[in-house]
């Protein structure tokens, strides 16, 4: 299986700030790399898909980048409704993973 | 507008199967694949499985023993059931739409808290 590795954990900052997760792959996944936003009792939305494709709907503040095995998801400038937690997943090879998870809090 | 919704029972008993419906409105289950997605409590994702309309599956090679996802396309439903269920099982499981198979869910249930206990 491929492992999914996010960084930090848990990060904290300020409405306004830019705010940078990182996501790294056990192996190359090429751009085959999926972001999701989840709020605590919701399920995932999805953000980003092949690494830097931004879903409809979602605004342009997120961003990300990333081939291979690292991987980058960047929010311009942080709004109130996106303290949350960040996945990313791996659309490589089955069986499909995801990463540990990087929660955004309130600074 | 698609929309899918979780249904089954919220309390199992340990090593029993668990079975859960998802049924899908505003689009049809004949086109996409449909996953099965677990949370535990606290927890991390973990993809279940898939299937397409043709019958077609595909597990998480952690689960594929136990696991069966099935699709009524006359009811646009599909299920899952999970035997000999333990305490490891408990989650708030997802149903999901995944447009080409083996890459991302766009469109998610609201998700299921399921309870492994006696």
């Known amino acids: 299986d491929i492992q999914m590795t996010q960084f930090p954990s848990s990060v904290s900052a300020s409405v306004g700030d830019r705010v940078t997760i990182t996501c790294r792959a056990s192996q190359g996944i090429s751009s085959w790399l999926a972001w999701y936003q989840q709020k605590p009792g919701k399920a995932p939305k999805l953000l980003i898909y092949v690494a830097s494709s931004l879903q409809s709907g979602v605004p342009s503040r997120f961003s990300g980048s990333g081939s291979g095995t690292d991987f980058t998801l960047t929010i311009s400038s942080l709004q109130p409704e996106d303290f949350a937690t960040y996945y990313c997943q791996q659309a490589n090879s089955f069986p499909l993973t995801f990463g540990g998870g990087t929660k955004v809090e309130i600074k | 507008q698609v929309q899918l919704q979780e249904s089954g029972p919220g309390l199992v008993k340990p090593s029993e199967t668990l079975s859960l419906t998802c049924t899908v409105s505003?689009?049809?289950?004949?086109?996409?694949?449909w996953s099965w997605i677990r949370q535990p409590p606290g927890m991390g994702l973990e993809w279940i499985g898939y299937?397409?309309?043709?019958?077609?599956?595909n597990y998480n090679p952690s689960l594929k023993s136990r696991v069966t996802i099935s699709v009524d396309m006359s009811k646009n439903q599909f299920s899952l059931k999970m035997s000999s269920v333990t305490a490891a099982d408990t989650a708030v499981y997802y149903c999901a739409r995944d447009p080409t198979g083996g890459s991302y869910w766009d469109y998610w249930g609201q998700g299921t808290l399921v309870t492994v206990s006696s």
């Open positions: 505003g689009d049809s289950i004949s086109s996409y694949y």
């Open positions: 299937i397409y309309h043709s019958g077609g599956t």
